[in-house]
């Protein structure tokens, strides 16, 4: 018909076709190429952000005295679930152990909390933050998280001062909670980082030029799960806040992060004690020297939650 155009239909010869499909096959091993890394990323910090969540009755069955509590939550609408220990004999002082994990106990059995609790110190356990929001931020929150344990440890333990203490990330959060409140006097992190962005950075040298996708995966997830950069994660600043505050740095002489504490030590030189532990790894420093660790740790505590003279 006058004034219409007739579609032209354009056959590809089989060598056009296969270079097609060749071309398409490079664009998509190309854009998994540049994919994988930025997913792996995510796949590594979505993982270490899963919260473990404590079975807190099986906790205050452990410990003569024991009693189940709870305090208010200035983030959430519930109450926080918690276990307040009583120290054994007349209490020298209290320890809010800030929550990771599994609070107070360690992947090999050890019991921190008895220790500190036999030592004449009361401790406060209690939820994690990561089992009421979803995620755990490795620290930051869980710091910011503290400072209701911090008001509820205050009154139950009347005039006694608090030391906050935390193994892994519970020790980044017990380090980042001694610099956001005054009110701790003391703080003992155990196998913790210095600066976790910074170390993932080194460790993703090995990817080359795929390492900044690698890291914004990771970042892009860590934001997603907690609103916050990977650049939060910085217990070398909280080391300078806490000063002139006493502080007691445990690492194992068999621990991967160790080179992490030294950096910490240096940044809170004049008030910080590197403890090691030799022949522990990570965690296992009461199994390893049940003695001699227990006898520096309430050593430390004595002297750091002392009343003035």
Known sequence: MPGERVAETRTLTPGQRARFVLLRAGAAVLA????????????????????????????????????????????????????????????????????????????????????????????????????????????PLEARGAGDALAYLSARAGQARIATYGFSQGGAAALMAAALYPQVSAAVAEGNYAHLANLMRESAQPLGLLRGLWLFGADAAYRLRTGLPLDALDTLQAMRAIAPRPVLLVYGSAEGSLPE????????????????????????????DPDGYSAALLGFLDRALAAPA
């Open 261 to 288: 504490g030294r950096m910490l030590a240096a940044a809170g030189e004049g008030h910080a004690e590197l403890l090691l532990v030799p022949g522990a790894g990570h965690g296992n420093y009461l199994t390893v």
């Open 32 to 139: 998994l190429a540049l994919l994988a890394p930025a997913a792996l990323g995510a796949t590594n910090i979505l993982a270490v952000t899963v919260p473990g969540c404590p079975d807190l009755d099986a906790a205050a069955a452990r410990y003569p005295g024991a009693e189940r509590v709870s305090f208010p939550s200035s983030e959430f609408p519930a109450p926080v679930q918690a276990v307040f220990v009583p120290a054994e004999g007349a209490a020298r002082g209290a320890v809010l152990v800030v929550t990771g994990q599994s609070p107070g106990l360690r992947p090999d059995g050890t019991d921190m909390v008895a220790v500190m609790r036999g030592g004449g110190y009361h401790v406060l356990l209690y939820t994690p933050r990561g089992c009421l929001s979803g995620a755990s931020s490795l620290g």
